[in-house]
């Protein structure tokens, strides 16, 4: 059983209901006829996205229709997903308004700016009401893509939910401002801790790099085997990784997710978007977007967590500049293996571990979607890779004893 939600949030005057209307002419033909208008649509959650210069009179309200078609068990099962893993219940998206957030970054000072991106400036702030420090992103006014990120993320973080997401806390629509509130990650970006790192900064051990990638995979497998239905993600990469108390990582960053293929489909087709260096060659060629593209990806995070190289390094000879067209003459050469190794680790790694990290980062970016591990298994390797807790001091492994090498990897 299925049901259709229409939610009017606020209205404000004849030309927010002539919106409306026209917003479910547009659901209507999207369900006629074959998609034109390029916003997400599947059996399970339909995201709606403006396309048109409407949005140049989209000025005084959040959202004027939100479109879900929701499977009766898709909510329950991500809280019961979350809690499983330590997370809590799900608490609604906060609205705040554009006052509140000001003031709770001072007026976006400079010195509270913590990054900026395609999409706008991320800012350290504390919320009055709650005295919470949060981290607003404060999307680019100019041009469509801001808005369509905006509709994206907020509807994709109100119905995902697990430890290995970044949490949405609220957003802001106030007239042509777009801004998202998340919890503050006070270790920043799995990118901060891996490259061009200040003399005073302590490197990532082997450790916590195994950790981090363990539970970024286990965010993937999410997104993947547990949503309903399955989600995208389509910008994986070492900066949209945020790293929380202890090194927890959360995956963050949802503009750029796709709901993916259902029923017989095999593949979603869509516009080519992501990083250059992450994305699967398939994807970048036919712009067929699938799962294993999404492994692909990780597969590329995994190799410069590992080797402590970019995924693309243009300060590099011509040769090294690719860092999976680099690392696959390597990955024929066990040999070699020690010399893929991250220089900061100083040696202070288990060979055989690093053997294992190396061959699980190898199939995932393997040419041929096909012949790449499901997410799934990639989780069960890495979690056992992580159990091995390396001892520099004697240069020994202690941990699980179920296996003495990772599990074998299934492909589709």
Known sequence: MEVTIFVLIKGYGILNLVCVVFSLLIVFMRLMIKPVFGFCCCDSVIVLCFQINIWKYYTKFVFHVIVEKLKVNSVPDAKK????????DHIAAHTFTFRELAAATKNFRADYLLGEGGFGRVYKGRLESTNQVVAIKQLDRNGLQGNREFLVEVLM?????????????????????????????????????????????????????????????KGLEYLHDKASPPVIYRDLKCSNILLGEGYHPKLSDFGLAKLGPVGDKTHVSTRVMGTYGYCAPEYAMTGQLTLKSDVYSFGVVLLEIITGRKAIDNSRAGGEQNLVAWARPLFKDRRKFAQMADPLLQGQYPVRGLYQALAVAAMCVQEQPNMRPLIADVVTALTYLASQKYDPGTQTVQGSRTGSSTPRMRRE
């Open 81 to 88: 997903e979350a809690n499983k893993d330590g997370g809590s």
């Open 157 to 217: 973080l109100s119905l995902l939910h697990h430890p290995n997401l970044v949490n949405l806390i609220g957003y802001c629509a106030d007239g042509d401002q777009r801004l998202l509130v998340y919890e503050y990650m006070p270790l920043g970006s799995l990118e901060d801790h891996l490259h061009d790192l200040p003399p005073d900064k302590r490197q990532l051990d082997w450790n916590t790099r195994m950790k981090i990638a363990a539970g970024a995979a």
